[in-house]
């Protein structure tokens, strides 16, 4: 499927001397969630007001269906938003918040009433249709302002921040919902959040996004399991880092000399030459936590020795701090017979921990002025909302 | 805990020293004496005089047609003034905010005697036109300044919202701007109507012969004329201009829709 929908050329935008925008390149497909994944202020939301046609780009272009967009005024183009605040009129109901557009568009008013109907059922509002719009709840609010930018028929919905004003439970439910109406209008979403677990579950791509660079494009799968960049691995779930050097390479694999560890393997895909430095990822969830010595003879596995540190308990899972040298690593284990057999593992035991030598990930080392918009993992008790608690889904390599 | 009895003591006695002067005005105009002074029992007579002089007819209806002109000039000039001041922030911003609200400060002998010198040097015949030019003057002040309170508080969001339905500039301003500034905009020419209404230092300085307000009325027959008939007089403009204020105040007081937000 390679039928470009919305293409960003080249688009660069600065806000006085801070660039917001610095020459973004994305092809997004038609009929497909597209998500603009970053920390606040990366200029994800610069770019899509500029899609809107809020902002005039600096320098670049905006293609829409084969058509340059760049220099039309917001309501020449087919593409309506939903605002992070909803904005909606506050001196119209909700009816007449929906029907605003089709109004605009002087259309007959029995098409306006048909139309209206058909999006007050597509997102269950009906019943709500003469309130004023400060009657109804935070969820209301939402679907009215996806039901009012949907009755155009855009060819692309933009989406800022959506859920970011509803709590965690009504986030979730939204989440769905959203992933539902976009499954029965078909139309293609671009969709704003700094929220990683919103983006992985509805997009079908995420661009990844730091200081107005595109770090990374793919599929969420592609993003979690294969980083490109250190800032990638670090902003979507949990990962460990390691400094080290190589020691000697051969073929796809090298040995890998890590302070406090026994020479580590390693994919090679960068294919570092003995004596070159590499930064290493590693997610918390390709690590096996054993009481006992692992089997030897395990081919491409390796075995580090550790004292754990800190134990929480997170219902589906446990994420354990293991000391290792310098490093404090964390760990998740899935709980599968918990209560029956697993012999628990506790505050300062010593254990073995396990990976195969294709869950590490070299990267290049993230820049200091990146690490505070990561706001690195350095204890335990960040399982707050938005991320998959516990392990993410295991994907085959 | 005892409750004390000194907040609505001295409430009562607030509402009784602003309000005892104006009950005598009410009292004298429904007794049926022809020079004031005791009770001689009920009557609508004095309202009914007022109504047939020629003279107070003649004043009232310059009056009212001063008041809804400036009132309608001011709404839409105050607005514009709100916006220009609201839109285009510059180093200059405090100096032409001053500049906006000196008016409401300035005293008004001040305002009415430099305004004499002006339409003076320019040799305009004093009148009627005067008198509107002066009370627009003021009156505009008290528009822009509502408006642009109003405005501070207002969610552009919602005029992008309307641009990315569909709306061109014009029809953004018209269907989602105006709706919900209305409440400001009137708000501010309610207290500009009665500004007007009973403005008398500003009027008393730039009126002619030919054009007197009731407020100069009132105050040129206060010698000679009947004390009852103006009572009534009085009491007609205090309703008017107490209706208008409650009115103003309801408006006002309102929240504008366009500030809410979500969460």
């Known amino acids: ?397 | 805990m005892k409750r004390s009895w000194l907040p609505p003591l001295s409430l009562i006695f607030c509402l009784a020293f602003l309000y005892l002067p104006l009950a005598e005005i009410f009292v004298g105009s429904v007794n049926n004496s022809r020079f004031g002074g005791p009770w001689r029992g009920f009557t609508w007579d004095h309202y009914r005089r007022v109504f047939g002089d020629r003279e107070i007819l003649s004043c009232l209806e310059n009056t009212l047609a001063i008041a809804v002109a400036a009132t309608a000039i001011s709404m839409t000039l105050g607005t514009l003034a709100a916006f220009a001041l609201h839109r285009h922030r510059g180093r200059l911003q405090f100096l032409h905010h001053a500049l906006i609200y000196t008016p409401l400060v300035v005293p008004e002998i001040l305002m009415g005697m430099s305004l004499l010198l002006f339409f003076a040097s320019l040799g305009a015949e004093l009148g009627f036109w005067t008198i509107l030019a002066g009370h627009i003057t003021f009156c505009l002040s008290y528009v822009a300044m509502t408006v642009l309170s109003r405005l501070q508080d207002f969610d552009f969001t919602l005029v992008d919202a309307a641009r990315d339905l569909g709306a061109g500039n014009w029809q953004a301003i018209r269907k989602i701007l105006l709706p919900l500034l209305m409440p400001g905009i009137l708000a501010g020419g309610l207290l500009a109507f009665t500004l007007s209404l009973d403005d008398f230092v500003v009027t008393f300085f730039i009126s002619g012969p030919a054009s007197k307000t009731l407020p100069i009325y009132i105050f040129s027959s206060i010698k000679h004329g009947s004390p009852t008939k103006l009572n009534a007089l009085s009491a007609l403009l205090l309703i008017v201009t107490f209706l208008a204020v409650v009115l103003g105040r309801r408006l006002g007081g309102r929240r504008s829709a366009g500030e809410s937000r979500p969460g």
């Open chain 1, 1 to 397: 499927m390679t039928d470009t929908l919305l293409r960003f050329a080249g688009v660069s935008h600065s806000f006085g001397s801070v660039l917001a925008v610095d020459e973004v390149s994305l092809a997004i497909r038609r009929g497909e969630v597209f998500s603009l994944l970053g920390p606040s202020g990366c200029g994800k939301t610069t770019l899509l007001r500029i899609c809107a046609g809020f902002q005039r780009p600096d320098r670049g272009r905006i293609i829409l269906d084969g058509a340059d967009l760049t220099d039309l005024p917001p309501e020449k183009r087919q593409v309506n938003t939903v605002f992070q605040n909803y904005a909606l009129f506050p001196h119209l109901n909700v009816f007449d918040n929906i029907a605003f557009g089709l109004r605009i568009a002087r259309r007959p008013e029995a098409e306006v009433r048909r139309e209206v109907g058909r999006m007050l059922e597509l997102t269950d509002m009906g019943e709500h249709a003469g309130k004023r719009v400060e009657a109804i709840s935070g969820g209301q609010k939402q679907r009215v302002a996806i039901a009012r930018a949907l009755i155009n028929r855009p060819l692309v919905l933009l989406l800022d921040e959506p859920l970011a004003a509803l709590d965690l439970k009504l986030r979730q439910r939204m989440l769905v919902e959203l992933d539902s109406i976009h499954d029965e209008v078909g139309i293609t979403f671009l969709y704003v959040t700094h929220d990683q677990g919103e983006a992985m579950s509805i997009s079908d791509t995420i661009a990844v996004m730091n200081r107005g660079r595109v770090e990374q494009i793919g599929s969420p799968a592609e993003i979690y399991e294969a980083p490109q960049s250190s800032f990638v691995a670090a902003f979507i779930g949990d990962t460990n880092f390691f400094d080290g050097a190589v020691r000697e390479a051969d073929g796809d694999y090298c040995r890998v000399a890590i302070e406090g560890f026994a020479d580590v393997l390693l994919f090679n895909d960068k294919k570092v030459r003995p004596g070159g430095a590499v930064h290493l990822s590693l997610r918390p969830e390709k690590l096996l936590i054993l009481q006992e010595p692992p089997p030897a003879g395990e081919e491409r596995r390796n075995t580090v020795r550790g004292i754990v540190e800190e134990v929480v308990y997170l219902g589906a899972a446990t994420k354990y701090w293991v000391r290792v040298g310098e490093y404090r690593l964390a760990v998740y284990r899935q709980h599968r017979r918990f209560l029956l057999d697993e012999k628990p593992i506790k505050w300062g035991d010593s254990v073995w921990l396990n990976w195969h030598a294709d869950d590490g990930y070299m990267l290049e080392r993230y820049s200091e002025a990146d690490e505070e918009l990561l706001s690195l993992p350095d204890t335990g008790f960040e399982a707050e909302a938005g991320s998959p608690p516990g392990p993410a889904p295991e994907e085959g390599k």
